[in-house]
């Protein structure tokens, strides 16, 4: 290592421990104030009774004032849940909104500062460990050691990181509020981008872009001299900063919707909920295109674009959640399971989560048309259902959290339903596939073991055949690391494309399918 | 019940192949495929990127281990001592035995050893095994201040990629007077060459093995050159290229010269008796421009092939198609289509010969004096198989191929378009009455330079 690739690791590891201990700084006072300001108007006198023992007392930590908050709160609740009396529950949890506004703390008074020490120096790390990575070397395949790796073969640098990711987004969906000294970290950030505080979601958002970055700078490194990564890496960079981070806040600066354009249902299951679909209609023009947008993408995008470039198009050039799997997940791909088990697995799941958030959405929206007539609550309580197993537990917690555990795509491979979308369009009426190259192969497993959907490439390159998979999402690594140039992404006439060649090229012995 | 039992001795890919195309044709077939080397087939290929940690051995094994069961293709890990061909059946090390109705050798190669002093002292090894892999590690595991490499060749460079990986500096002896030029033609042979020293390598040419040199242990401590030079080392490779295996046969009936001989039909003088792969010898070579030898992973698969037709089909005689070959040479890949002799007379043959500014691509056209295609060299980029394999069985003339040579690209999208500058370079060498090739939108879009 180069002194400033130490430095770089140096400042990343100061940067992340500060940012890890900064939600346990300051303490925490509530007042009456506060807890009007932060409750609905049909809750304040619920709320500020509950809450009244715990004015004006100073709790050290948000443990503390957490707990106390939770005893009242739970108290309260339980038992008009014991006494049935429904309606009267407070279902909103107003743990976050309180615990940030009470909270008195260093980073609350100097968040500029904290940002610049926890997120600005572990950024700065990476950038400095990564700009002139393999600086010494040629460029080409740079995969020497990874499987003699603690981090990158499941050693206990791997299990370090993967359980530090799943912690941060167990806190990050269902314990925000524990959370609110980094959320006012990145307040004045949000103020001037949308001109409103930052929220849980903002922070989030905000790292994962930054991670995409210093993440992108990486593959811009490691794969000098392949065109088609740098690009493609460039493409979800810019996605993810310009499409999902910028526009939508600054959209909220103009007085419009947030959206994010390159989203698409059913990936953006919520596309077709009531508040969303009631956000689009209320807001003239600009929202009503939103909707045709939106629509126009599931409809005509998809199978237009996957029909002339593959799934490749969104999957590893625009979406987000490939965004950060091509990125910060990539030291990480050869860990996906390649047995033929594995893909029964991931067809059985993948496609029942299509088929999950397709009925919750028609559901949904015959509900909203029929004016909640039909179900009523029941879509909502779907909603409840699919937010937390698939949108939160599945794509985030297992979908990030298990990177170093089972590779960089679990959530692309066996749960979004969008790629489940694609998958079907690519395997069943697109011109994209890779396409082997003669008779050249070695059998020799760089392009399986570098999958990370999990493809058993060699299967197919070893018999000379195309490989024509749903899952496929045309990162193009299996072609970079072959040694022998047997493999192309290719957009090609549909005729021939599920052909079986005779037997390989180069025997003209026999002629029978091998 | 089975009607035949088929013995293949071998599970690299000329007996696998073997196996599982007879499996494929024949229901019915007893297959037995009997190695001691690994339970389970693997890319012998591959085993550099296990010592660089770029795989692990299980990602090797281009099957999962259900596959064979599955297909009713026995296995067993066993050294075989004996063959009784009179009683049909191999006798293990182990002491058991296995009947055959039909025996398939397919036992492959063995590391040359050309009886220098001192090659099989602690320290020295071959690398073609799996147990080669293994003594890899043992032997690299102490401290390792030098390691020497005899022979360049396909080999001796993976090897020198390991030991690099290692962190062990690498002294590559090569009696040739430039890098596998004994294969390739004096300019690829230099591009090479250029690339290895570019890795820190000291690559001395026309430079032999004397002597082996050990320390008290019995453990290589040096190696004296032909030069009269010694050169402390721990460790030695040697890679001078492979031989057949066939030790274990030879006092026997079956007829063996460097390697098992056979006829077109993978035939021995022994009947319902066959070899396959790098331990067969033609009789007579399969084609004017093939060796009687034939020691790639490509042709080990064709031989497989071939003979699990004609034993489970119809009799069919061994007819390659035209030759090809690839390989890396670090981070320099080379494909090759057709047949480019290392020299040639020039009042015989023409040879355009294009190399990239950056020396680390170039292209060769091999034609004979009517421009007809023989054979195309390329290195660090890539060539479609099916377009050569194509072009030469039909002779196309070297006008031809350039005209069309956009179709042969097989690199990487948004990849630079060397096929504009090769078209350039053979017009203003050659002539020739085709188009040039021009860069698409994208390419310019993108700045594809080349």
Redesign the interface.
Known sequence: MKWFEKIGVGFFLLGISIFTVLPFLGQYQLSQEIVLENTKEIHRERMEEILDPMYDQVYPSNFAFLGEFTAHFSAYNDSLKSNQLWDQVIWDDYGFALAKASVQSPVRENPWLWLGLSIGLAVLGGFLYNFRQYEDEHPGIKNNGIFHSKLKNRGWVGMITGGYLILFYILLYWFPAYLVNLVWMVDPLSRILSGGAASQWFLYGFIYTLAILVMGLRMFRKYRGNKYQQLRTASVMFFQTAFAFLIPEILVLLNQPYFDFKNIWPLDYDFFYAYQLDTFLSSGGVGFFMLVWGILLILIGVPLFTYFYGKRWYCSWVCGCGGLAETLGDPFRQLSDKSLKAWQFERWIIHSVLVLVTVMTILTIVNYFSGFSLLGDVTNQLHTFYGFVIGSAFAGVVGTGFYPFMGNRVWCRFGCPLAAYLGMVQRFKSRFRITTNGGQCISCGNCSTYCEMGIDVRWYAQRGQNIIRSSCVGCGVCSAVCPRGVLKLENDAEEGRFEEIPILIGNDSIKIKS | MPHKHIVILGNG?SGITCAR?LRK?DDDLRITVISGESKYFF?R??LM?VA?????FE????Y?NWFWEKNRIEILQEWVSRVDFDQKSLEFESGGSLPYDQLILATGSKPNKFGWPGQDLEGVQGLYSKQDLEKFEENTSGTVQRAVIVGGGLIGIELAEMLA?KKIPVTLLVREKGFWNNVLPKEESELVGR?IM??HFDLQLETELQEILADQQGRVNAILTSKGERIPCQFVGLTAGVSPNVDFLKNSDLEIGKGILVNEFFETNISDVYAIGDCAEFRNAPGPERKNIEQV??TG??HG??LA?SLAQKK???????W?N???F??I?Y?TYGTIPPVWNPEEYKSFYWEHAGGKAAFRLHMDLENRILGVNNFGF?????FF?KAIKESWTGEKVMAYLEKAN???????PFFLEIQKAYKREFGGDFKLGKKTFIQKL?G?RV
């Open positions: 890919i195309h044709l890319s290929t591959a990127y660089m940690g770029q795989m692990k990602h090797t094994q281009p999962e990986y690339h570019e890795h992973w490509y698969r064709m092939e071939t037709y069919t005689a061994y007819r390659p198609g035209p090809f690839s390989a890396k670090l981070d890949e494909q890539r060539l479609r198989h099916e394999d097989f690199n990487p999208e948004f990849f630079p993108f594809a």
